[in-house]
């Protein structure tokens, strides 16, 4: 009777929103200069990637683009293990089927979502150049302590989440911000937003989080996605 | 019969006997068996979402697990979908209001309030149908390609507005305004196609066409006694009103074969194969405290079947649970009539007794608990139903 529909409106707001607040940011926020050390090297699970690259279209309108979001993808794997191999911590990436029971998979569903909510209200609540808000020793931004689940499934000591939601816009959609710049008005183009977090698996605490938001960077192919990853992966706890 | 045969041959048949059709006749489906959207497309870009979508239903905890129904429903779907039976998978999701859904990539969800309001096989073939109707018109990228087209018309109005002197500010503004209304939800002229394409849908399978316009009866029905009447539901937000669009499936149905006919109908079929989650529906259903609305649909199901008990005994319960002015009365004659009949569900007894209970009867209400652990020795609730019988001899 109806049709299920990805929100992109509520991307669009929020795009906005970064260009509201500012063209280029990253912000780091840190809890942790390092890893705890279970031996011989901290484990870090790469927790399935929620990644979209869209194009926006002369109106405005987000299509979903699978072939740039599969490149993107494949990117980012690629410097988390480049990562890994510099900074000697132990990865596991997420497996296609988690060798746990239905109820843990869509748990695993959840706190990609989760991530995502608390990812957003961080951003909105962040004052530049500031440690992750904390109350006292315990950390403000929390997964909750479900993600043991993780920790016990995989003998983890930390997850890694990655949420980046991309955008370009289409031909039409330039022309218009040409001609919108010629009237000395704005118009909204492609916009490049994400953040990472580093998870503390036995108490679901966000230890680390950076935050990208900005009207450049491409992710679509080699050279420019590379330097992305490393901004979104700037000051990587060691 | 070969689905797309039997299209184009309906397609010759009904615009001749129904004149009143709103497309003057039968609708084509927009694709052949086994579609694909075109790589790089803005189509699989959108297929590409619901992929995701399904990948996350399928583990679901809403799902609805009962492996003998599910085979049912997939098979009505097949029937009713033909040679695109293997496009589509049916998800049985539970919750309690009257929805159907179609992605454009083939995944279908049919909630549980959905299967509690159908009365029969031919009644939720008519959903179905009207669910493949949504996927063979392809109205999913379609409605994406209009948003698309609305914006971009709309930015380009805009642009033409501030050169003519609106100011750029006001052309900002109307172009997210329509990003925001293009909620992507059927617009109404293609719920007409789907209702229209599934009734042709149905009655080539050999369904009862007129169940399409009964299921529509029913809800309106339901909807009239809605207490809280500010409140409409999911689906009657973007369809057409209700009333037009009974009344046009009714008119459409008549020139079809097997118009009426109770043998295309397949209630007991139909009902035999919801046994085993029927009253996990009906729970459901009494949570969203919606009685009025509960009361015209189990007065309606009645109306189909006097003999329903499971009706009957939930029909009590919208009474004990509502609480009101003389409710307690109702409900206590309702429970007390089943209880009088041999195939009454154990729960009557419970449900006698927490009534009892209540008017501070509590003796009466000690021998109905007793009579439900009777039948019921190993309910889940059988520990606190002890301290009901206990607490009830004291008083």
């Keep these: ?238 | 019969m070969n689905r797309r045969k039997f299209l184009s041959a309906a397609a010759c048949g009904c615009s001749a006997l129904v004149p009143g059709s709103l497309f003057g006749g039968s609708l084509q489906a927009r694709m052949s068996p086994g579609f694909r959207p075109e790589p790089a497309s803005d189509e699989n870009g959108l297929w590409d979402q619901f992929v995701k979508q399904e990948r996350e239903l399928k583990r679901s905890r809403f799902l609805i697990k009962d492996p003998e129904l599910n085979a049912y429903v997939a098979a009505i779907a097949c029937k009713v979908a033909g040679d695109f039976c293997h496009d589509l998978r049916v998800y049985l999701v539970r919750s309690p209001y009257f929805n159907a859904t179609m992605a454009p990539n083939g995944m279908m969800q049919v909630w549980s309030g959905c299967l509690l309001r159908c009365q029969s096989e031919a009644q939720l073939a008519a959903i179905l149908g009207h669910e493949v109707g949504h996927y063979l018109r392809r109205h999913g990228v379609e409605r994406f390609r209009d948003a698309q087209q609305k914006s971009a018309f709309s930015t380009l109005l805009g642009l033409g507005l501030s050169v003519a002197g609106g100011g750029i500010g006001r052309f900002a503004a109307l172009g997210d305004a329509f990003i925001l209304a293009s909620s992507f939800a059927f617009t109404r002229d293609q719920e007409r196609e789907a209702d229209t394409m599934g009734l042709d849908l149905c009655s080539g399978a050999g369904f009862d066409p007129e169940e399409a316009a009964n299921v529509w009866a029913h809800l309106i029905a339901e909807r009239n006694a809605r207490e809280n009447q500010g409140f409409r539901d999911l689906v009657f937000a973007t369809h057409p009103v209700e009333e037009e669009r009974e009344e046009t499936l009714r008119g459409l149905a008549k020139g079809m074969p097997g118009c009426g006919d109770p043998a295309r109908r397949g209630r007991d079929r139909y009902l035999h194969m919801l046994r085993r989650e029927r009253a996990s529906f009906f729970a459901d259903e009494l949570k969203l405290r919606d009685y009025g609305a509960s009361l015209a649909l189990f007065e309606r199901m009645l109306e189909t079947d006097k003999d329903d008990l499971e009706v009957a005994f939930n029909l009590g319960e919208v009474y004990r649970l509502r609480a009101r002015e003389g409710d307690d009365t109702k409900a206590l004659e309702s429970f007390q009539r089943l209880a009088g009949l041999p195939k009454a569900p154990a729960e009557t007894w419970r449900s006698l007794g927490l009534v009892r209970r209540a008017r501070g009867e509590g003796s009466e209400a000690a021998q109905a608990f007793a009579r439900y652990l009777e039948l019921k020795p190993k309910a889940d609730d059988a520990a606190i139903i002890r301290t009901y019988i206990d607490s009830g001899r004291t008083s």
Excluded at chain 1, 88 to 106: A, M, S
């Design chain 1, 1 to 238: 009777m109806r049709l299920v529909v990805p929100r992109l409106a509520a991307w669009a707001a929020f795009a906005a929103a970064i260009l509201v607040a500012g063209c280029s940011t990253t912000a780091t926020q840190s809890h942790v200069t390092e890893l705890r050390r279970a031996a011989p090297a901290p484990k870090i699970l790469l927790m399935p990637l929620d990644v979209e690259l869209m194009e926006l279209d002369m109106g405005g309108v987000l299509e979903p683009k699978p072939e740039w979001t599969a490149a993107a993808r494949g990117f980012i794997i690629e410097e988390v293990r480049a990562k890994k191999s510099r900074l000697g911590f132990r990865l596991e990436e997420f497996p296609e089927e988690f060798p746990g029971p239905p109820e843990e998979q869509e748990l695993v569903d959840q706190l990609v979502k989760v991530h995502a909510a608390v990812g957003r209200a961080m951003r909105q609540n962040r004052k530049l150049g500031q440690e992750l808000q904390s109350l006292g020793d315990k950390p403000l931004w929390s997964l909750g302590e479900e993600v043991r689940v993780l920790r016990s499934r995989t003998g983890a000591d930390y997850a890694l989440f990655v949420h980046v939601r991309d955008s370009y816009a289409s031909d039409g959609r330039k022309l218009v911000m040409i001609a919108g710049a010629a009237l000395r008005g704005v118009v909204m183009g492609g916009v490049q937003s994400g953040f990472v977090s580093l998870v503390d698996l036995q108490t679901g605490d966000i230890v680390w989080n950076n935050q990208l938001g900005r009207v450049t960077g491409d992710l679509r192919t080699r050279e420019p996605a590379m330097e992305t990853i490393r901004s979104l992966l700037k000051d990587f706890p060691a």
